[in-house]
């Protein structure tokens, strides 16, 4: 597994397939992103996860990171 990039939920350890960039837009400007990675299973929970917080959220494949 060494190498292989790891989902960001809590305790997953599927392989991540997912970026998915965010801010907090009351705390930093348009120049501060986040990035989190997410598996497939994962990824739409992660993302209404950040847009349930009215945060800037944009997702794409990781192999385009």
Excluded: Y
């Excluded at 292989?4 to 939920?9: G, L, N, P, T």
């Excluded at 998915?20 to 598996?39: G, L, S, Y």
């Amino acid at each position: 597994m060494t190498g292989e990039i790891v989902c960001s939920a809590k305790g997953c350890k599927e392989h991540a397939t997912w970026v998915i960039t965010w801010r907090n837009p009351r705390i930093h400007d348009a120049t501060r992103k986040k990035q989190w990675v997410a598996c497939d299973g994962h990824r739409q929970h992660l993302e209404a996860f950040l847009t349930a917080r009215s945060f800037p959220v944009e997702v794409g494949p990781l192999e385009t990171v």
